[in-house]
Protein backbone atom coordinates (compact mmCIF):
# COMPACT_ATOMS: atom_id res chain seq x y z
CA UNK A 1 0.00 0.00 0.00
CA UNK A 2 1.80 3.26 -0.88
CA UNK A 3 1.64 5.85 1.63
CA UNK A 4 -0.23 9.05 1.71
CA UNK A 5 1.56 12.02 0.53
CA UNK A 6 2.79 14.66 2.93
CA UNK A 7 0.43 17.20 3.67
CA UNK A 8 0.60 21.03 2.09
CA UNK A 9 -0.62 23.79 3.60
CA UNK A 10 -2.85 24.32 1.11
CA UNK A 11 -4.56 21.75 1.80
CA UNK A 12 -4.42 22.42 5.11
CA UNK A 13 -5.89 25.39 4.73
CA UNK A 14 -8.50 23.32 3.19
CA UNK A 15 -9.75 21.71 6.32
CA UNK A 16 -9.84 24.35 8.44
CA UNK A 17 -12.11 26.24 6.24
CA UNK A 18 -14.34 23.39 6.81
CA UNK A 19 -14.22 24.59 10.59
CA UNK A 20 -14.70 22.37 13.75
CA UNK A 21 -16.96 19.33 13.49
CA UNK A 22 -17.14 15.77 15.30
CA UNK A 23 -14.07 15.10 13.15
CA UNK A 24 -12.18 17.60 13.73
CA UNK A 25 -10.91 20.02 16.51
CA UNK A 26 -8.82 23.25 16.69
CA UNK A 27 -6.69 23.67 19.43
CA UNK A 28 -3.51 26.62 20.11
CA UNK A 29 -2.14 24.48 22.02
CA UNK A 30 -1.95 22.15 25.13
CA UNK A 31 -0.56 22.89 28.94
CA UNK A 32 -1.75 19.42 30.23
CA UNK A 33 -1.59 15.92 29.14
CA UNK A 34 -4.98 15.48 31.22
CA UNK A 35 -6.58 17.77 29.03
CA UNK A 36 -5.05 16.36 25.59
CA UNK A 37 -5.76 12.54 27.31
CA UNK A 38 -9.34 13.71 27.31
CA UNK A 39 -9.53 14.84 23.42
CA UNK A 40 -7.93 11.58 22.55
CA UNK A 41 -9.98 9.56 24.50
CA UNK A 42 -13.35 11.22 23.28
CA UNK A 43 -11.87 10.71 19.46
CA UNK A 44 -11.59 7.49 19.93
CA UNK A 45 -14.53 6.25 21.92
CA UNK A 46 -16.44 8.44 18.70
CA UNK A 47 -15.26 6.87 15.08
CA UNK A 48 -11.79 9.02 15.29
CA UNK A 49 -11.15 12.30 14.41
CA UNK A 50 -8.32 14.93 13.93
CA UNK A 51 -6.75 17.45 16.16
CA UNK A 52 -5.14 20.45 14.50
CA UNK A 53 -2.85 21.63 17.21
CA UNK A 54 -1.65 25.82 16.19
CA UNK A 55 -4.76 26.37 14.96
CA UNK A 56 -7.16 29.01 16.92
CA UNK A 57 -10.84 28.29 17.64
CA UNK A 58 -11.58 30.57 15.07
CA UNK A 59 -9.96 28.86 12.40
CA UNK A 60 -6.95 31.56 12.19
CA UNK A 61 -3.69 30.07 11.79
CA UNK A 62 -1.22 30.49 15.52
CA UNK A 63 1.69 28.60 14.20
CA UNK A 64 4.51 26.87 16.71
CA UNK A 65 7.75 27.17 16.91
CA UNK A 66 10.35 24.05 17.16
CA UNK A 67 10.23 24.36 20.64
CA UNK A 68 6.62 24.74 20.88
CA UNK A 69 6.50 20.61 19.01
CA UNK A 70 8.89 18.73 21.20
CA UNK A 71 6.91 19.88 24.13
CA UNK A 72 4.05 18.88 22.62
CA UNK A 73 5.36 15.42 21.00
CA UNK A 74 6.68 14.59 24.56
CA UNK A 75 3.38 15.33 25.92
CA UNK A 76 1.42 13.30 23.14
CA UNK A 77 3.93 10.36 24.13
CA UNK A 78 2.64 10.71 27.41
CA UNK A 79 -1.02 11.49 27.33
CA UNK A 80 -1.78 8.76 24.87
CA UNK A 81 0.14 5.63 26.56
CA UNK A 82 -0.08 7.02 30.48
CA UNK A 83 -3.07 9.03 31.02
CA UNK A 84 -5.52 6.92 28.46
CA UNK A 85 -6.65 3.61 29.12
CA UNK A 86 -6.33 0.99 26.82
CA UNK A 87 -3.56 3.15 25.31
CA UNK A 88 -3.95 4.80 22.40
CA UNK A 89 -1.87 5.26 19.20
CA UNK A 90 -2.47 8.27 17.11
CA UNK A 91 -0.54 9.51 14.28
CA UNK A 92 1.15 12.95 13.55
CA UNK A 93 2.15 15.18 11.04
CA UNK A 94 3.49 18.48 10.87
CA UNK A 95 2.61 21.35 8.12
CA UNK A 96 4.94 23.93 7.73
CA UNK A 97 2.45 27.25 7.31
CA UNK A 98 2.93 30.70 6.88
CA UNK A 99 2.29 31.75 10.37
CA UNK A 100 4.56 28.53 11.57
CA UNK A 101 4.12 24.93 12.05
CA UNK A 102 0.62 23.27 12.72
CA UNK A 103 0.95 19.46 14.35
CA UNK A 104 -1.85 17.16 13.10
CA UNK A 105 -2.83 14.94 14.73
CA UNK A 106 -4.83 11.70 13.71
CA UNK A 107 -6.78 8.95 15.83
CA UNK A 108 -8.38 6.13 14.42
CA UNK A 109 -11.64 4.86 16.03
CA UNK A 110 -10.69 2.92 18.89
CA UNK A 111 -11.09 -1.05 18.48
CA UNK A 112 -11.09 -1.43 22.32
CA UNK A 113 -13.62 0.94 23.45
CA UNK A 114 -14.58 2.01 25.88
CA UNK A 115 -11.42 4.60 26.49
CA UNK A 116 -11.07 6.15 30.22
CA UNK A 117 -8.85 9.00 30.94
CA UNK A 118 -6.53 8.62 34.13
CA UNK A 119 -9.66 9.49 36.29
CA UNK A 120 -11.72 7.08 35.23
CA UNK A 121 -13.71 9.21 32.93
CA UNK A 122 -15.04 8.33 29.83
CA UNK A 123 -15.48 11.03 27.00
CA UNK A 124 -17.40 11.05 23.56
CA UNK A 125 -17.55 13.68 20.64
CA UNK A 126 -20.83 15.74 20.74
CA UNK A 127 -20.76 17.69 17.47
CA UNK A 128 -17.41 19.34 17.74
CA UNK A 129 -17.14 19.98 21.47
CA UNK A 130 -16.89 16.54 23.89
CA UNK A 131 -18.52 15.70 26.73
CA UNK A 132 -18.85 13.24 29.66
CA UNK A 133 -20.58 9.96 29.58
CA UNK A 134 -22.31 9.47 32.92
CA UNK A 135 -25.92 8.01 31.66
CA UNK A 136 -26.16 4.47 32.93
CA UNK A 137 -27.36 2.72 29.76
CA UNK A 138 -24.96 4.77 27.48
CA UNK A 139 -22.00 3.28 30.05
CA UNK A 140 -23.29 -0.16 30.04
CA UNK A 141 -23.46 -0.26 25.98
CA UNK A 142 -19.90 1.24 25.87
CA UNK A 143 -18.47 -2.00 27.63
CA UNK A 144 -21.22 -4.05 25.98
CA UNK A 145 -19.55 -3.02 22.76
CA UNK A 146 -15.89 -3.21 24.34
CA UNK A 147 -17.13 -7.11 24.90
CA UNK A 148 -16.42 -5.88 28.97
CA UNK A 149 -20.01 -7.03 29.92
CA UNK A 150 -22.92 -8.36 28.24
CA UNK A 151 -26.82 -7.73 29.73
CA UNK A 152 -27.45 -11.19 28.89
CA UNK A 153 -25.56 -12.28 32.36
CA UNK A 154 -26.33 -9.46 34.41
CA UNK A 155 -27.89 -10.83 37.50
CA UNK A 156 -31.68 -9.73 38.27
CA UNK A 157 -31.61 -7.89 41.43
CA UNK A 158 -34.03 -9.66 44.00
CA UNK A 159 -34.57 -13.18 41.88
CA UNK A 160 -33.58 -16.37 42.91
CA UNK A 161 -33.87 -19.86 41.77
CA UNK A 162 -37.89 -20.00 43.25
CA UNK A 163 -38.32 -17.97 40.74
CA UNK A 164 -37.61 -20.51 37.89
CA UNK A 165 -39.80 -22.87 36.36
CA UNK A 166 -38.37 -25.41 37.56
CA UNK A 167 -40.15 -28.66 35.70
CA UNK A 168 -39.39 -26.46 32.11
CA UNK A 169 -35.57 -26.44 32.76
CA UNK A 170 -35.98 -29.70 33.89
CA UNK A 171 -37.13 -30.82 30.92
CA UNK A 172 -34.76 -28.43 29.00
CA UNK A 173 -31.55 -30.35 30.43
CA UNK A 174 -33.17 -33.82 29.85
CA UNK A 175 -33.80 -32.84 25.96
CA UNK A 176 -30.61 -31.19 25.03
CA UNK A 177 -27.44 -31.80 27.55
CA UNK A 178 -25.04 -34.74 28.52
CA UNK A 179 -25.82 -37.46 30.47
CA UNK A 180 -23.53 -35.92 32.62
CA UNK A 181 -25.57 -32.76 33.55
CA UNK A 182 -28.66 -35.30 33.92
CA UNK A 183 -26.83 -37.15 36.32
CA UNK A 184 -25.42 -34.06 38.32
CA UNK A 185 -29.34 -32.80 38.72
CA UNK A 186 -30.76 -36.42 39.59
CA UNK A 187 -27.62 -36.97 42.29
CA UNK A 188 -28.74 -34.08 44.45
CA UNK A 189 -26.40 -31.01 42.91
CA UNK A 190 -28.50 -27.98 44.28
CA UNK A 191 -30.26 -26.28 41.85
CA UNK A 192 -28.50 -22.62 41.94
CA UNK A 193 -25.30 -24.50 41.09
CA UNK A 194 -26.67 -26.57 38.22
CA UNK A 195 -28.12 -23.00 37.37
CA UNK A 196 -24.02 -21.49 37.63
CA UNK A 197 -22.62 -24.27 35.62
CA UNK A 198 -25.12 -23.40 32.91
CA UNK A 199 -23.96 -19.32 32.85
CA UNK A 200 -28.06 -18.90 33.82
CA UNK A 201 -27.01 -17.52 37.54
CA UNK A 202 -24.43 -16.88 40.20
CA UNK A 203 -25.27 -19.15 42.38
CA UNK A 204 -27.74 -16.66 44.13
CA UNK A 205 -29.67 -14.81 41.66
CA UNK A 206 -30.76 -15.51 38.29
CA UNK A 207 -29.66 -13.49 35.37
CA UNK A 208 -31.05 -12.10 32.68
CA UNK A 209 -31.17 -15.57 29.93
CA UNK A 210 -32.05 -17.88 32.91
CA UNK A 211 -35.15 -15.73 33.49
CA UNK A 212 -36.09 -14.41 30.31
CA UNK A 213 -35.70 -18.57 29.03
CA UNK A 214 -37.18 -20.45 31.90
CA UNK A 215 -38.59 -18.25 34.51
CA UNK A 216 -42.09 -18.57 35.88
CA UNK A 217 -43.12 -14.63 35.30
CA UNK A 218 -40.26 -12.33 33.80
CA UNK A 219 -42.72 -9.61 33.22
CA UNK A 220 -42.38 -9.24 37.32
CA UNK A 221 -38.56 -8.52 37.05
CA UNK A 222 -38.42 -7.50 33.44
CA UNK A 223 -41.40 -5.46 32.41
CA UNK A 224 -39.61 -3.95 29.54
CA UNK A 225 -38.65 -6.75 27.53
CA UNK A 226 -41.88 -8.03 25.94
CA UNK A 227 -42.98 -7.25 22.28
CA UNK A 228 -45.97 -4.33 21.37
CA UNK A 229 -47.56 -5.47 18.12
CA UNK A 230 -49.93 -3.16 16.59
CA UNK A 231 -51.89 -3.87 12.68
CA UNK A 232 -53.09 -0.35 11.40
CA UNK A 233 -55.62 -0.38 8.79
CA UNK A 234 -53.44 1.54 6.28
CA UNK A 235 -50.02 3.14 5.98
CA UNK A 236 -49.31 5.88 8.71
CA UNK A 237 -47.94 5.29 12.38
CA UNK A 238 -49.81 7.80 12.83
CA UNK A 239 -53.31 6.56 12.18
CA UNK A 240 -55.76 6.74 15.37
CA UNK A 241 -57.16 3.05 14.26
CA UNK A 242 -55.88 -0.02 14.68
CA UNK A 243 -57.25 -3.57 13.54
CA UNK A 244 -55.50 -5.66 16.24
CA UNK A 245 -53.28 -4.74 19.45
CA UNK A 246 -51.63 -6.94 21.51
CA UNK A 247 -49.10 -6.86 24.37
CA UNK A 248 -47.04 -9.75 24.07
CA UNK A 249 -44.93 -11.20 27.49
CA UNK A 250 -43.78 -14.51 28.93
CA UNK A 251 -40.61 -16.18 28.26
CA UNK A 252 -38.85 -15.56 25.07
CA UNK A 253 -40.07 -19.08 23.41
CA UNK A 254 -43.47 -17.96 24.33
CA UNK A 255 -43.08 -14.42 23.11
CA UNK A 256 -41.87 -15.99 20.18
CA UNK A 257 -45.05 -18.15 19.25
CA UNK A 258 -47.43 -15.42 20.21
CA UNK A 259 -45.73 -12.37 18.01
CA UNK A 260 -45.66 -15.26 14.85
CA UNK A 261 -49.37 -15.95 15.43
CA UNK A 262 -50.00 -12.23 15.77
CA UNK A 263 -48.25 -11.78 12.19
CA UNK A 264 -49.91 -14.75 10.32
CA UNK A 265 -53.43 -13.71 12.00
CA UNK A 266 -52.94 -10.11 10.17
CA UNK A 267 -51.75 -10.88 7.10
CA UNK A 268 -53.50 -12.56 4.37
CA UNK A 269 -53.36 -16.01 2.88
CA UNK A 270 -53.13 -16.28 -1.34
CA UNK A 271 -54.30 -18.63 -3.52
CA UNK A 272 -50.85 -18.56 -6.01
CA UNK A 273 -50.72 -21.63 -7.75
CA UNK A 274 -52.90 -24.01 -5.51
CA UNK A 275 -56.59 -24.71 -6.51
CA UNK A 276 -59.69 -23.08 -5.93
CA UNK A 277 -60.26 -25.25 -2.88
CA UNK A 278 -56.84 -25.21 -1.07
CA UNK A 279 -56.87 -23.11 2.40
CA UNK A 280 -53.97 -20.53 0.90
CA UNK A 281 -50.85 -19.75 1.55
CA UNK A 282 -49.20 -16.98 3.35
CA UNK A 283 -48.25 -13.80 1.70
CA UNK A 284 -44.98 -13.46 2.96
CA UNK A 285 -43.10 -17.02 3.60
CA UNK A 286 -43.41 -17.49 7.40
CA UNK A 287 -39.31 -18.64 7.66
CA UNK A 288 -38.85 -15.35 6.96
CA UNK A 289 -40.93 -13.60 9.58
CA UNK A 290 -39.45 -16.57 11.79
CA UNK A 291 -35.84 -15.40 11.09
CA UNK A 292 -36.48 -12.09 11.83
CA UNK A 293 -38.45 -12.49 14.99
CA UNK A 294 -35.78 -14.92 16.36
CA UNK A 295 -32.73 -12.36 15.64
CA UNK A 296 -34.99 -9.65 17.25
CA UNK A 297 -35.56 -11.59 20.51
CA UNK A 298 -31.77 -12.76 20.66
CA UNK A 299 -29.81 -10.01 19.69
CA UNK A 300 -31.49 -7.10 20.71
CA UNK A 301 -29.81 -4.32 23.42
CA UNK A 302 -30.66 -5.55 26.98
CA UNK A 303 -29.46 -3.26 28.44
CA UNK A 304 -31.94 -0.46 26.60
CA UNK A 305 -35.40 -0.44 28.97
CA UNK A 306 -37.44 -0.87 25.33
CA UNK A 307 -40.57 -3.01 24.13
CA UNK A 308 -39.50 -5.01 21.09
CA UNK A 309 -42.13 -3.31 18.35
CA UNK A 310 -44.22 -5.14 15.38
CA UNK A 311 -46.40 -2.93 13.28
CA UNK A 312 -48.33 -4.54 10.64
CA UNK A 313 -49.36 -1.85 7.90
CA UNK A 314 -51.27 -2.88 4.99
CA UNK A 315 -48.01 -2.64 2.22
CA UNK A 316 -44.86 -3.82 5.02
CA UNK A 317 -44.43 -5.36 8.16
CA UNK A 318 -42.00 -3.27 10.50
CA UNK A 319 -39.57 -5.60 13.22
CA UNK A 320 -37.89 -2.69 15.39
CA UNK A 321 -35.33 -3.56 18.13
CA UNK A 322 -33.86 -1.74 20.42
CA UNK A 323 -30.71 -1.06 19.83
CA UNK A 324 -27.97 -0.42 16.69
CA UNK A 325 -25.75 -3.22 15.30
CA UNK A 326 -22.60 -2.86 17.07
CA UNK A 327 -19.81 -0.93 15.62
CA UNK A 328 -18.02 -3.74 14.16
CA UNK A 329 -21.09 -4.70 11.94
CA UNK A 330 -22.57 -2.97 9.31
CA UNK A 331 -26.06 -3.51 7.34
CA UNK A 332 -24.33 -5.02 4.50
CA UNK A 333 -22.27 -7.35 6.61
CA UNK A 334 -25.25 -8.97 8.03
CA UNK A 335 -26.99 -9.36 4.35
CA UNK A 336 -23.82 -11.50 4.04
CA UNK A 337 -23.93 -13.23 7.31
CA UNK A 338 -21.48 -11.56 9.17
CA UNK A 339 -22.56 -12.08 12.83
CA UNK A 340 -21.47 -10.05 16.73
CA UNK A 341 -23.18 -12.07 19.25
CA UNK A 342 -24.24 -9.06 21.53
CA UNK A 343 -25.76 -11.78 24.00
CA UNK A 344 -23.47 -15.15 23.59
CA UNK A 345 -24.79 -17.12 26.45
CA UNK A 346 -28.91 -16.36 25.69
CA UNK A 347 -27.80 -17.19 22.52
CA UNK A 348 -26.37 -20.08 23.30
CA UNK A 349 -29.19 -21.36 25.14
CA UNK A 350 -31.66 -19.94 22.16
CA UNK A 351 -30.78 -22.23 19.99
CA UNK A 352 -31.75 -25.41 21.51
CA UNK A 353 -35.42 -23.28 22.49
CA UNK A 354 -35.88 -21.66 19.19
CA UNK A 355 -35.19 -21.84 15.29
CA UNK A 356 -31.69 -20.45 15.64
CA UNK A 357 -28.96 -21.56 14.03
CA UNK A 358 -26.06 -18.66 15.51
CA UNK A 359 -24.47 -19.31 12.46
CA UNK A 360 -25.02 -15.58 11.37
CA UNK A 361 -27.43 -17.35 8.72
CA UNK A 362 -30.94 -16.15 9.92
CA UNK A 363 -30.43 -12.65 8.16
CA UNK A 364 -29.36 -14.18 4.50
CA UNK A 365 -31.89 -17.03 4.71
CA UNK A 366 -34.94 -14.74 5.13
CA UNK A 367 -33.33 -12.71 2.50
CA UNK A 368 -33.42 -15.81 0.30
CA UNK A 369 -37.29 -16.24 0.75
CA UNK A 370 -38.41 -12.67 0.81
CA UNK A 371 -35.80 -10.27 -1.02
CA UNK A 372 -37.97 -7.78 -0.27
CA UNK A 373 -36.72 -6.91 3.31
CA UNK A 374 -34.90 -3.40 4.07
CA UNK A 375 -32.17 -3.31 6.89
CA UNK A 376 -32.24 0.08 8.50
CA UNK A 377 -29.63 0.61 11.44
CA UNK A 378 -30.62 4.04 13.42
CA UNK A 379 -27.38 4.83 15.22
CA UNK A 380 -29.17 8.20 16.51
CA UNK A 381 -32.47 6.23 17.79
CA UNK A 382 -30.18 3.33 18.84
CA UNK A 383 -32.69 1.04 17.02
CA UNK A 384 -32.77 -1.54 14.09
CA UNK A 385 -35.58 -2.16 11.44
CA UNK A 386 -36.43 -5.01 9.75
CA UNK A 387 -39.14 -3.72 6.94
CA UNK A 388 -40.78 -6.78 5.44
CA UNK A 389 -42.75 -5.38 2.01
CA UNK A 390 -45.86 -7.06 1.43
CA UNK A 391 -47.01 -7.92 -2.02
CA UNK A 392 -49.70 -6.21 -3.57
CA UNK A 393 -53.14 -7.97 -4.05
CA UNK A 394 -53.36 -10.80 -5.75
CA UNK A 395 -56.50 -10.23 -7.91
CA UNK A 396 -55.73 -5.89 -7.76
CA UNK A 397 -56.76 -4.68 -11.44
CA UNK A 398 -57.52 -8.19 -12.63
CA UNK A 399 -61.19 -6.95 -13.94
CA UNK A 400 -64.74 -6.13 -12.77
CA UNK A 401 -65.61 -9.54 -13.20
CA UNK A 402 -63.71 -10.68 -10.10
CA UNK A 403 -65.85 -9.16 -6.91
CA UNK A 404 -64.27 -8.37 -3.46
CA UNK A 405 -66.33 -10.68 -1.31
CA UNK A 406 -65.01 -13.46 -3.73
CA UNK A 407 -61.58 -12.60 -2.54
CA UNK A 408 -61.92 -11.22 0.79
CA UNK A 409 -58.26 -11.53 1.47
CA UNK A 410 -56.89 -8.97 -0.83
CA UNK A 411 -59.09 -6.42 0.07
CA UNK A 412 -58.95 -3.66 2.30
CA UNK A 413 -59.27 -4.60 5.61
CA UNK A 414 -61.00 -0.82 6.54
CA UNK A 415 -63.46 -1.01 3.60
CA UNK A 416 -64.17 -4.81 3.36
CA UNK A 417 -67.28 -6.00 4.76
CA UNK A 418 -66.03 -9.35 6.52
CA UNK A 419 -62.77 -8.18 7.71
CA UNK A 420 -59.77 -11.28 8.13
CA UNK A 421 -60.98 -11.03 12.52
CA UNK A 422 -64.44 -11.55 12.19
CA UNK A 423 -64.06 -14.01 9.69
CA UNK A 424 -61.43 -16.13 12.13
CA UNK A 425 -63.92 -15.49 15.30
CA UNK A 426 -67.15 -17.04 12.07
CA UNK A 427 -65.03 -20.25 11.72
CA UNK A 428 -64.36 -20.86 15.66
CA UNK A 429 -68.12 -21.33 15.63
CA UNK A 430 -68.99 -23.55 12.33
CA UNK A 431 -68.87 -26.59 14.84
CA UNK A 432 -71.32 -25.16 17.63
CA UNK A 433 -71.67 -22.27 20.21
CA UNK A 434 -68.95 -21.06 22.32
CA UNK A 435 -67.94 -18.86 24.97
CA UNK A 436 -66.64 -15.78 24.48
CA UNK A 437 -63.44 -16.86 26.67
CA UNK A 438 -63.17 -19.91 24.32
CA UNK A 439 -63.21 -18.08 21.42
CA UNK A 440 -60.97 -15.23 23.01
CA UNK A 441 -58.57 -18.39 23.57
CA UNK A 442 -59.32 -20.75 19.94
CA UNK A 443 -57.86 -16.96 18.96
CA UNK A 444 -54.66 -16.73 20.88
CA UNK A 445 -55.94 -13.59 22.30
CA UNK A 446 -54.44 -12.39 25.71
CA UNK A 447 -56.39 -9.07 25.22
CA UNK A 448 -60.09 -9.13 26.07
CA UNK A 449 -60.82 -5.48 24.76
CA UNK A 450 -59.03 -6.39 21.09
CA UNK A 451 -61.02 -9.10 21.33
CA UNK A 452 -64.57 -7.59 21.85
CA UNK A 453 -63.92 -4.43 19.94
CA UNK A 454 -62.43 -5.84 16.75
CA UNK A 455 -64.16 -9.53 16.58
CA UNK A 456 -67.07 -9.90 19.01
CA UNK A 457 -68.72 -6.54 18.36
CA UNK A 458 -68.43 -6.29 14.24
CA UNK A 459 -69.67 -9.66 14.38
CA UNK A 460 -72.82 -9.01 16.11
CA UNK A 461 -73.20 -5.73 14.69
CA UNK A 462 -73.81 -7.26 11.80
CA UNK A 463 -76.11 -9.83 12.74
CA UNK A 464 -73.75 -12.95 11.29
CA UNK A 465 -73.97 -14.17 15.31
CA UNK A 466 -76.04 -14.17 18.34
CA UNK A 467 -75.83 -14.97 22.08
CA UNK A 468 -77.61 -18.05 23.30
CA UNK A 469 -79.17 -16.13 25.98
CA UNK A 470 -80.02 -12.55 24.26
CA UNK A 471 -82.06 -11.70 27.64
CA UNK A 472 -78.73 -12.01 30.08
CA UNK A 473 -76.24 -10.60 28.60
CA UNK A 474 -73.69 -10.65 31.55
CA UNK A 475 -74.91 -14.62 32.17
CA UNK A 476 -71.57 -16.53 33.09
CA UNK A 477 -72.97 -18.99 30.79
CA UNK A 478 -74.06 -16.72 27.60
CA UNK A 479 -72.48 -18.42 24.66
CA UNK A 480 -72.43 -17.35 20.89
CA UNK A 481 -73.34 -19.11 17.80
CA UNK A 482 -73.55 -18.24 14.09
CA UNK A 483 -76.63 -16.66 12.71
CA UNK A 484 -78.62 -17.71 8.98
CA UNK A 485 -76.38 -14.97 7.64
CA UNK A 486 -73.17 -15.69 9.28
CA UNK A 487 -73.51 -19.90 8.19
CA UNK A 488 -74.69 -18.14 4.74
CA UNK A 489 -71.31 -16.17 4.20
CA UNK A 490 -68.92 -19.29 5.44
CA UNK A 491 -70.32 -21.26 2.39
Known amino acids: MSEQPPLSEAALLQRVALGEHSRQQFKRTFNSPDALAAELAAFANSGGGTLLIGVNDDGSLAGLNAADLRRLNQMLSNASSQHVRPPLHPHTENVQTHAGLVMVVTVPNGLAKPYLDQQGRIWVKQGADKRHVTAREELQRMFQRGGLV ?7 AGSTSADLDEPAFRRYLAQHYSAHHAASASAGLPLDALLQNLGLGDGLELNLTGLLLFGRNPLRWCPAFTIKAVAFPGTRLTDTRYLDSQDISGTLPQQYTEALAFI ?32 ALVHRDYFTSASIRILVFTDRIDIISPGHLPDSLSVDDIRHGKSNRRNPTLSEHAFRLLPYRGLGSGIPRALNEWPQIELI ?3 SGNQFTARVQRPQAQWAGAGESVE ?31 APSEIQQRLALK ?15 RLWIEPTLPDKPNSRLQQYRLTAQGKALLK
Open 150 to 156: HADVVPV
Open 264 to 295: KRNLHRVQGSQGFNSPGILEVPEIALQELLVN
Open 377 to 379: DEA
Open 404 to 434: APVTPQVTDPVTDPVTDPVLLLLQNLVNGPL
Open 447 to 461: HRPTFRANYLRPALE
